[in-house]
C-alpha cells in the first residue's frame, strides 16, 4: 500500500486503484500513522492527534474501534497491534510526504555538488507530489504542516537556485516573482529573484528591487538586509549598466511550467492547428472527449504551440489528484507557483505578520495573481471537480483580461463564452502510425509491416483509443500483434501494463473506464 498526505489523506492499492477510508476521524487516524511509518504509536498519541484534545469518555475502546475500522478498509495486516500502541505497516518511501523529504534532500545535495540538471529533475519530482494543504485531515495540523510547508519552500528555492545555475533565469522569473509577492521578508527568495534580473540584464531592475527590500526590512523588521543581499547588492553596483535586450522570441526560453514530454506526439497536428485558432477567438476552450482519448497530452502540446503569444507562460494545473471540490483553488494556486506557505523557526511570527495583509480566499489570491498577468492556464481532468472548476475559471476570467484558459474534462465546464472542442479517437492510419512508435520503444525492431492485418485489427477493435493503443504497444514485450488480437475479448486483463510513472488511472484500461464510472450517479 501507498499512502498520500500532501493533500486529502488517501490510500492506493499496488496497482494504482484508491481505497475508500470513509469519514473524517478515520483519515485522521492514518494520517496519524503516516506520519510515523513502521513505527509504534501510543494509544495517547492517538487519541490527542484524533480527538484534537477533546478525547471520548471511553478512549482505549473509542481508538480499538476505529483501527478496527481501518483494518476493514486497508486490509487486515496493514495496522499491527504492539504494547501500547498501534503502528504502520509501511516503509517511509510508501508515504508521500517521507518521499517528498528524501527527494528533496537528494536534490539539494546534488545542487550542493554542482549537479543543477540532476537537482533540478529530482526537485521537480519532489514538489510535483504535493496536491494540496499537508495533512489536510489532521485536526490540529499546525506543527506538522508548518514544517512539511517550510520543507516545500526550502525545495522552491533549491529548485530556482538549479534553474539559475542551468541559465535558465528567464523561465525562473516570474514564479519567482510570485514567491516574492507571497513572502516579501524572505531573504533568500529575494536574493534569488535579484540573481534572475540581473541573469537576464535588468540590472536597473535589480538595484531598484534590492532598495525596495531594503525598505520593507527597514519598516517591518527594523533589520538591514542580510550578509547574503548585501554582497549581491555590492555585485550590482559594480556591474555597468546594460540596456535591456531586444526579445528574440526565436529562442527565448518559455515560462510556465510545462514539462519536456517524454515520448514523441504522433497525428493530431490538424487538432493542434485547430485548437490554436479557438485560442485566439475564445478565453475558455475546453476539450471534450472520452477517457485515453488523449486529450491530457493534446493540450499540452497546442498550450506550447501558443507559448510565445503568453508573455508570462503556460501553466498547467492537474486536477486529478484532487479529491475535494474546495481544493481546487488551492491546487491552482500551487501550480502556478503562487501558494501561500507557512513558515517556522526564528522570524516567523514578523514574516506571518507582514503578509498578513493579503487576501486569505485562495481564489482572491489567484486573481490577484493572473490578473496583470498574460498567461494560458491549462486546468486538466476537471470532470469529476466541474462544478468548483466552472465557478473559479469564471471568476479569473473576469477578473484577469490577460488569461486565457484551455480545460480538457468529459463535460463541458457550463461558463458563459466556452468554446468547446471534441477530442475524436485517432484514425486508423494515424492509430497505426502510434502503435509503430510505441512498439518500436517497447520491442526493438517492431514494424507494424511484420503482420500489418492484425496490427490493423487491434487498432479497430480498440477503437482508435491512443491509451488503448500504447497499452497494447506495451505487451508486444512478450506477445506478437496476433496473439495481442487474439486476446482483445479479456481486454481488461490484457491491457494492465501501463508506465509506472503515469497518473494510476492511466495504468490499465480497467482503471481509465473505472474514472469514468466513478463519476456516474
Known amino acids: 500500500m501507498r499512502y498520500r498526505i500532501l493533500g486529502t489523506t488517501q490510500a492506493l492499492r499496488p496497482d494504482g486503484t484508491s481505497v475508500s477510508v470513509g469519514g473524517a476521524r478515520l483519515r485522521a487516524l492514518l494520517t496519524v500513522f503516516a506520519l510515523r511509518p513502521g513505527r509504534t504509536v501510543p494509544v495517547s498519541v492517538l487519541v490527542d492527534e484524533v480527538w484534537d484534545g477533546e478525547p471520548p469518555a471511553d478512549a482505549t475502546g473509542a481508538v480499538q474501534a476505529l483501527v478496527g475500522r481501518l483494518r476493514r478498509a486497508l486490509g487486515a495486516e496493514a495496522v499491527g497491534s504492539v504494547d501500547g500502541g498501534y503502528r504502520l505497516a509501511a516503509a517511509p518511501d510508501d508515504i508521500d510526504l517521507h518521499r517528498f523529504e528524501r527527494l528533496v534532500g537528494d536534490g539539494t545535495r546534488a545542487l550542493a555538488d554542482h549537479d543543477p540538471a540532476k537537482a533540478a529533475a529530482v526537485l521537480d519530482d519532489a514538489l510535483a507530489l504535493w496536491r494540496g494543504p499537508a495533512l489536510a485531515d489532521l485536526p490540529d495540523r499546525t506543527a506538522h504542516a508548518a514544517r512539511a510547508e517550510a520543507r516545500r519552500l526550502d525545495a522552491l528555492r533549491a529548485r530556482h537556485a538549479a534553474a539559475l545555475a542551468l541559465g535558465q533565469a528567464e523561465h525562473s522569473l516570474p514564479e519567482l ?49 542580510g550578509p547574503e543581499l548585501r554582497s549581491l547588492h555590492g555585485e550590482l553596483l559594480q556591474s555597468e549598466p546594460e540596456p535591456e535586450p531586444e526579445p528574440v522570441r526565436a529562442h527565448r526560453p518559455p515560462a510556465g511550467n510545462l514539462r519536456a514530454r517524454l515520448t514523441s506526439f504522433v497525428g493530431r497536428e490538424a487538432d493542434i492547428e485547430a485548437i490554436r485558432g479557438d485560442l485566439a477567438r475564445a478565453r475558455l476552450v475546453t476539450l471534450l472527449g472520452a477517457g485515453g482519448a488523449g486529450k491530457t497530452r493534446l493540450s499540452q502540446e497546442a498550450g506550447e504551440s501558443v507559448g510565445e503569444a503568453a508573455r508570462d507562460g503556460v501553466w498547467l494545473a492537474e486536477l486529478a489528484p484532487v479529491d475535494d471540490p474546495d481544493a481546487v483553488p488551492e491546487a491552482v494556486l500551487t501550480a502556478v507557483g503562487a501558494r501561500e506557505t507557512v513558515l517556522y523557526g526564528a522570524g516567523a511570527e514578523a514574516i506571518r505578520a507582514a503578509g498578513s495583509e493579503r487576501h486569505d480566499d485562495p481564489v482572491e489570491r489567484l486573481a490577484e495573481h493572473c490578473g496583470r498577468r498574460r498567461m494560458v492556464l491549462i486546468l486538466d481532468n476537471c470532470e469529476h471537480v466541474v ?63 511484420e503482420d500489418p492485418e492484425a ?38 486483463r490484457l491491457l494492465t501494463s501501463g508506465s509506472r510513472t503515469v497518473l494510476p488511472r492511466q495504468q490499465t484500461l480497467r482503471a481509465v473506464v473505472d474514472w469514468s464510472w466513478d463519476l456516474l450517479d
Open 177 to 225: 516573482t510570485a514567491l516574492c509577492d507571497s513572502h516579501p521578508l524572505d531573504e533568500p527568495l529575494q536574493a534569488l529573484r535579484l540573481r534572475a534580473l540581473r541573469d537576464t540584464g535588468r540590472t536597473a531592475e535589480a538595484l531598484a528591487a534590492y532598495e525596495d527590500v531594503r525598505q520593507l526590512l527597514a519598516d517591518r523588521l527594523g533589520a538591514d538586509p
Open 387 to 449: 462544478d468548483a472548476a466552472a465557478r473559479l475559471v469564471e471568476k479569473l476570467l473576469e477578473h484577469c483580461p490577460g488569461l486565457t484558459v484551455l480545460a480538457t474534462s468529459r463535460e463541458p465546464l457550463g461558463v458563459p463564452g466556452e468554446l468547446l472542442r471534441p477530442v475524436e479517437p485517432l484514425p486508423q492510419p494515424v492509430a497505426l502510425r502510434l502503435l509503430a512508435d510505441r512498439g518500436a520503444a517497447a520491442r526493438p525492431g517492431f514494424r507494424v509491416e
Open 455 to 492: 496490427c490493423a485489427e487491434i487498432c479497430r477493435r480498440l477503437d482508435g483509443l491512443p491509451l488503448g493503443i500504447e497499452l497494447a504497444a506495451a505487451r508486444l514485450r512478450m506477445l506478437t500483434p496476433r496473439q495481442i488480437a487474439d486476446r482483445l475479448d479479456d481486454r481488461f
